[in-house]
């Protein structure tokens, strides 16, 4: 094994960082071999069969071309469930778990219903119905490939999720007439800035329908969602949202402009002002 781990470090060393090398190594040994993260230590005096080691050469040489090791394995970890991923979907992120959490907090003990904008994998809704008992959840996005890996992950988490392909920015109006209880919705805010920044695991293997927004208009999405939220939330429902940590500022005066009260910003556990929240009242007046 300690021979696995020097090629490893070796081939990926000036691509990854030290500590992220040691991590992608666990993961990798943990896959191909079957083990935990205590047995690759207690065990690392052992040999590797040759088998094993050219499936460990395999994912080291799609890694030294950027490939996320989620799309190599084809499977990432999400609020405590396993979910499905390829480049069709967006992997999902910490900060989404966040996300997730906080509204699940709030809804204890009640049984929403749930519309999901923009679902990619399905991990948000899917993980929303196995934690709030009783509630119902819809899942919508524009990318047919993407909801057929939603529906594996439902069907996989036995989740009752019901997906649909809905293009929200010529939506004029709900393919159903349910209200909702929670909207809620990661939906594509990079901009050309912002890409530039990005690492190439995610501009080149991620899909760009997901990620990306016109420099002209960075705020597309919201808007879109937000004049939905004023028609198709219930009274007191909320609207929760995964934001760039750059838009704030505009994100609040917008959903302020749209009517909505009490609304709330949170940060991620990198203290970045990546979440917001807010609640429809029993009247909406536009404010100017």
Same mark, same amino acid.
């Given at each position: 094994?300690?021979?696995?781990?020097?090629?490893?470090?070796?081939?990926?060393?000036?691509?990854?960082?030290?500590?992220?090398?040691?991590?992608?190594?666990?993961?990798?040994?943990?896959?191909?071999?079957?083990?935990?993260?205590? *047995?690759?230590?207690?065990?690392?005096?052992?040999?590797?069969?040759?088998?094993?080691?050219?499936?460990?050469?395999?994912?080291?040489?799609?890694?030294? *071309?950027?490939? #996320?090791? *989620?799309?190599?394995?084809?499977?990432?970890?999400?609020?405590?469930?396993?979910?499905?991923?390829?480049?069709?979907?967006?992997? #999902?992120?910490? $900060?989404?778990?966040?996300?997730?959490?906080?509204?699940?907090?709030?809804?204890?003990?009640?049984?929403?219903?749930?519309?999901?904008?923009?679902?990619?994998? @399905?991990?948000?809704? +899917? /993980?929303?119905?196995?934690?709030?008992?009783?509630?119902?959840?819809?899942?919508?996005?524009?990318?047919?490939?993407?909801?057929?890996?939603?529906?594996?992950?439902?069907?996989?988490?036995?989740?009752?999720?019901?997906?649909?392909?809905?293009? +929200?920015?010529?939506?004029?109006?709900? #393919?159903?007439?349910?209200?909702?209880?929670?909207?809620?919705?990661?939906?594509?805010?990079?901009?050309?800035?912002?890409?530039?920044?990005?690492q190439k695991n995610v501009t080149h293997f991620?899909?760009?329908?997901?990620?990306?927004?016109?420099? /002209?208009?960075?705020?597309?999405?919201?808007?879109?969602?937000? $004049?939905?939220?004023?028609?198709?939330?219930?009274? @007191? @429902?909320?609207?929760?949202?995964?934001?760039?940590?750059?838009? @704030?500022?505009?994100?609040?005066?917008?959903?302020?402009?749209?009517?909505?009260?009490?609304?709330?910003?949170?940060?991620?556990?990198?203290?970045?002002?990546?979440?917001?929240?807010?609640?429809? #009242?029993?009247?909406?007046?536009?404010?100017?």
């Amino acid at each position: 094994m300690q021979a696995a781990k020097k090629m490893i470090f070796d081939q990926l060393s000036g691509i990854y960082e030290k500590k992220e090398i040691e991590s992608l190594s666990m993961l990798i040994f943990e896959k191909v071999l079957g083990l935990t993260r205590i *047995q690759v230590h207690l065990r690392h005096n052992e040999t590797i069969a040759a088998a094993n080691l050219v499936q460990i050469k395999e994912i080291i040489n799609r890694l030294a *071309q950027f490939e #996320p090791i *989620q799309y190599i394995f084809g499977e990432t970890e999400f609020y405590g469930c396993v979910f499905k991923v390829n480049p069709s979907v967006l992997i #999902p992120r910490p $900060e989404t778990e966040e996300l997730v959490d906080w509204i699940i907090n709030d809804y204890k003990h009640l049984s929403p219903a749930i519309l999901d904008i923009g679902t990619g994998s @399905g991990c948000i809704p +899917i /993980s929303l119905v196995k934690n709030l008992q009783g509630a119902s959840a819809e899942g919508w996005d524009i990318s047919i490939s993407a909801l057929h890996v939603a529906s594996e992950n439902a069907r996989a988490n036995t989740a009752n999720v019901n997906f649909q392909c809905v293009d +929200i920015l010529n939506l004029t109006d709900l #393919p159903s007439r349910v209200e909702y209880d929670i909207l809620v919705s990661n939906p594509p805010y990079v901009t050309t800035v912002d890409k530039e920044l990005m690492q190439k695991n995610v501009t080149h293997f991620e899909p760009h329908i997901a990620l990306f927004v016109p420099d /002209s208009d960075p705020l597309i999405f919201y808007r879109k969602i937000a $004049e939905m939220a004023t028609k198709y939330l219930k009274i @007191g @429902g909320h609207l929760y949202l995964e934001i760039n940590e750059k838009s @704030g500022i505009e994100m609040i005066d917008l959903l302020f402009s749209k009517g909505f009260t009490n609304i709330t910003q949170r940060k991620d556990i990198n203290g970045k002002d990546r979440m917001i929240r807010c609640e429809k #009242p029993n009247l909406i007046t536009e404010h100017n």
